[in-house]
């Protein structure tokens, strides 16, 4: 178990890394030409390798670190029975979508995200797919379990709108990131009206999340699989990273007009993410320890009954 988490911590800080290094290049020096140019010849290579596969790798380390991470606290079978329905389903709507334009609109992928599918689809979309959702999905599946950590249907249903709500939230910054600024790694084929995207881009992020994670919660409907809050440190982390990636970059590269969809994100998105979080049932010893105080507070003192010998 401790390798398994070595390896995990070693993905997601690979992952950080690997975001920062991407940032550094997009927003500092591709602006600046003069900087590539003063480079070394070795340096000039490894810019060049990391802006061509710079978006590539982060993905796969994210996608690996969150893997590692769920079959630790989830098990084998929960995960294989998320990742395959999110990268398989995700994957044929982002087929049908650039093929047909439904569900998200007509739009292409460029270079820059490694090999393509069917040459319409980069591999590491659907893996972007998986390890989003399944963190969105943990946290709002621990939110809405409450202390208890009890699901019924109704709880089930709430965990995947509000797991979805997240996913689709994030793409609320990355959209504008990916495909409008200096270095896009995909385009729209038409006018979008949501700030350079059109509204069933969103109604199809909404409905792709909404379907896997629902197929998730088929399989996982004989197993509890609801995570305690001290475990959803990873899965949160990994969401906020993700969620400023590409949000500094929407902010900083785009015009003043782009805050308002960040701002909304950070309210469907960031927010929503932390409350859920913090309504998780609590470790066990963090739950013993706020009964201990409750049963020592003054108020039970004053009310105990006292020995029969010490009565007045």
């Not at 596969?53 to 995960?79: C, D, E, K, Q, S």
């Not at 038409?190 to 909404?210: C, D, Q």
Request: net charge positive; with cysteine.
């Amino acid at each position: 178990m401790k390798q398994l988490v070595i390896a995990e911590r070693f993905c997601l800080i690979a992952h950080i890394v690997s975001m920062a290094f991407g940032l550094a290049g997009l927003l500092v020096v591709i602006p600046r030409p003069e900087l590539i140019m003063n480079l070394p010849p070795a340096g000039q290579v490894l810019f060049q390798w990391g802006m061509a596969g710079g978006g590539v790798v982060y993905i796969i380390f994210g996608a690996a670190a969150v893997a590692l991470y769920a079959y630790r606290t989830l098990g084998l079978g929960a995960t294989l029975s998320f990742m395959l329905p999110s990268v398989f389903l995700s994957l044929g709507s982002e087929l049908l979508g650039t093929s047909t334009g439904f569900p998200f609109g007509h739009y292409h992928y460029l270079s820059g995200l490694g090999y393509k599918i069917a040459g319409l689809v980069p591999f590491t979309i659907p893996l972007s797919w998986f390890y989003l959702g399944l963190v969105c999905y943990a946290i709002a599946r621990a939110g809405v379990a409450g202390k208890d950590g009890k699901l019924n249907w109704v709880r089930q249903i709430a965990a995947i709108a509000f797991g979805a709500l997240l996913l689709t939230s994030w793409d609320f910054v990355l959209d504008p990131a990916m495909s409008q600024t200096i270095v896009p790694f995909w385009e729209f084929e038409e006018p979008g009206a949501f700030f350079g995207m059109p509204y069933r881009n969103l109604a199809g992020w909404m409905g792709t999340g909404a379907l896997f994670m629902s197929v998730a919660a088929f399989f996982w409907r004989k197993t509890p699989n609801v995570l305690q809050r001290s475990q959803l440190g990873l899965p949160l982390v990994v969401y906020l990273i993700n969620f400023a990636f590409g949000a500094i970059i929407t902010i900083t590269s785009l015009d003043s007009r782009f805050w308002f969809p960040t701002l909304l994100a950070v309210f469907l998105g960031v927010v929503p993410a932390i409350a859920l979080s913090w309504m998780a049932k609590p470790q066990a010893k963090e739950a013993a320890e706020t009964i201990s105080y409750q049963d020592q507070s003054p108020i039970k003192a004053e009310i105990a009954p006292q020995p029969v010998g010490l009565r007045k």
